[in-house]
């Protein structure tokens, strides 16, 4: 019974605490935090995803649907709208894998074909095969200077082959590429590495000096 007392009189303290005290709202990491928690590990990836994108870091975005595609529990919903997306950021301005899009787009189709991104994968598709052509058209040209030829590489997602090429000439990427590299783990901010190094700005606004990771301390 003194429980129940208690209780009671908690309860009716604190009817009488929200009658008079003033409302505030939650702040924005509350609700934030309190409606990540509530995702589906599915939602949860879409949605790291786009913060990842948002924050200028495509290349680890790719990263977390690729992990996301490894959960066993995934529907073929599910799965057909991650390959769908991570084509979309493949193909993207800083997305730097073409090829890797192609794959993407026509998995949805080949595999997918009920889903319901399937008929917007068969169009990007389209897309992605006509700027994969155009590329590699790009590259066979004997005018093409070795600029080209390492951009049109990489944007393609041969990216072994044109870090081949930017080594053995001595050529200096933008510094969009640049991120991209370090963001997929080809260079690293790590002091000791040798190598030579590259002057780049992160989407953090920080200045650093990159070099590949696997040169030797």
């Given at each position: 019974?003194?429980?129940?007392?208690?209780?009671?009189?908690a309860s009716t303290i604190m009817i009488a605490a929200c009658a008079t005290a003033p409302t505030t709202a939650p702040t924005t990491t509350d609700v934030t935090e309190v409606v990540f928690e509530d995702l589906s590990d599915f939602d949860r990836a879409l949605t790291t995803a786009d913060d990842l994108v948002a924050a200028g870091n495509t290349s680890i975005a790719i990263d977390r649907l690729t992990q996301e595609l490894g959960n066993d529990t995934l529907t073929p919903e599910q799965r057909a709208i991650l390959h769908f997306e991570r084509g979309k950021l493949r193909l993207s301005e800083d997305g730097y894998?073409?090829?890797?899009a192609v794959e993407d787009f026509d998995t949805v189709v080949s595999s997918y074909p009920t889903a319901t991104v399937a008929t917007e994968a068969g169009t990007l598709l389209a897309t992605a095969r006509g700027e994969a052509t155009s590329l590699?058209?790009?590259?066979?040209q004997p005018e093409t200077s070795r600029s080209q030829r390492f951009e049109a590489l990489f944007r393609l997602g041969e990216?072994?082959?044109?870090?081949?090429?930017?080594?053995?000439?001595?050529?200096?990427?933008?510094?969009?590429?640049l991120v991209a590299?370090?963001?997929?783990?080809?260079?690293?901010?790590?002091?000791?590495?040798?190598?030579?190094?590259y002057g780049a700005t992160l989407p953090d606004g920080m200045r650093e000096q990159l070099r590949f990771c696997d040169f030797g301390k």
């Open positions: 019974m003194v429980r129940i007392f208690l209780a009671g009189a894998d073409v090829f890797g590699n058209f790009l590259i066979e990216h072994q082959e044109a870090i081949d090429l930017m080594l053995s000439t001595n050529l200096q990427p933008e510094n969009d590429i590299m370090y963001q997929i783990g080809y260079l690293c901010e790590a002091e000791g590495l040798t190598g030579p190094a």
